[in-house]
């Protein structure tokens, strides 16, 4: 079974600041692992996802994550936040192959302070 | 591409009626999930397709709620009767071969 833990329900940073959202899997192989963002009022957006290729992943607007194997973690980072970065962000596993059962995290509600 | 079409975005009913939400996937997917989104339980998948077909109903909270998916182009959640337990956000998301998952922007059911 895959499961996924978001540490920190709620993360504030400065503008500028760097961006650290949380996430540890549990999976009994190895899994595929993604974050979602999901701006007010609209449905998730992908940010970047790993597949069992590099363990350093970039995605969309300047976030990257890296896949650590031996801490099961999957954490999303960002070396300056903006302010556009505010919304909620999921973290989801799967087992390999594909996306069919995706497992969501509790989310991380990111507020950037000016 | 148009993306994940939902409809309606907002739907306010009373107890006991019955609600249909609509999705039509991103053209040329084969994966089809309805998920539903609330503040004590998260995002839950609740059922998925696969060619028009129902693969996994097993978060399928009761008999209330039932899902087709009639061709490739569409697919409605049916809630009958309604209850207020059900006010939540419900997402269509769709993907080719089980890869990324693209949502749709949702629709807001609030049950009075």
């Known amino acids: 079974a895959q499961s996924v833990t978001q540490l920190g329900s709620h993360v504030s940073v400065s503008e500028g600041a760097l961006v650290l959202l949380r996430c540890n899997y549990s999976s009994s192989v190895p899994p595929y692992l993604f974050w979602y963002v999901q701006y007010p009022n609209q449905g998730l957006q992908l940010l970047l996802k790993y597949t069992s290729a590099a363990t350093l992943v970039k995605g969309i607007n300047g976030f990257e994550a890296e896949f650590k194997k031996s801490e099961t973690s999957f954490h999303l980072t960002k070396p300056s936040a903006h302010m556009s970065d505010a919304a909620e962000y999921f973290c989801?596993?799967?087992?390999?192959?594909?996306?069919?059962?995706?497992?969501f995290g509790t989310g991380t509600r990111l507020t950037v302070i000016p | 591409d148009a993306g994940v079409i939902q409809s309606p975005r907002h739907e306010v009913t009373e107890m006991g009626q019955e609600v249909t939400l609509r999705c039509k996937p991103i053209s040329g997917h084969d994966y089809l999930f309805w998920y539903r989104q609330t503040m004590m339980r998260g995002l839950e998948l609740l059922i998925y397709?696969?060619?028009?077909?129902?693969?996994?109903d097993s978060g399928m909270p009761e008999d209330r709620f039932s899902a087709k998916m009639p061709n490739a182009s569409f697919s409605t959640l049916k809630i009958q009767p309604s209850e207020p337990r059900d006010s939540a956000v419900y997402f269509c998301?769709?993907?080719?071969?089980?890869?990324?998952?693209?949502f749709g922007s949702g629709t807001q059911l609030s049950v009075l």
């Open positions: 397709f696969n060619n028009n077909v129902p693969i996994d």
């Open positions: 998301a769709s993907s080719l071969w089980g890869q990324v998952v693209f």
């Open positions: 989801a596993v799967s087992p390999p192959g594909g996306a069919n059962n995706l497992f």
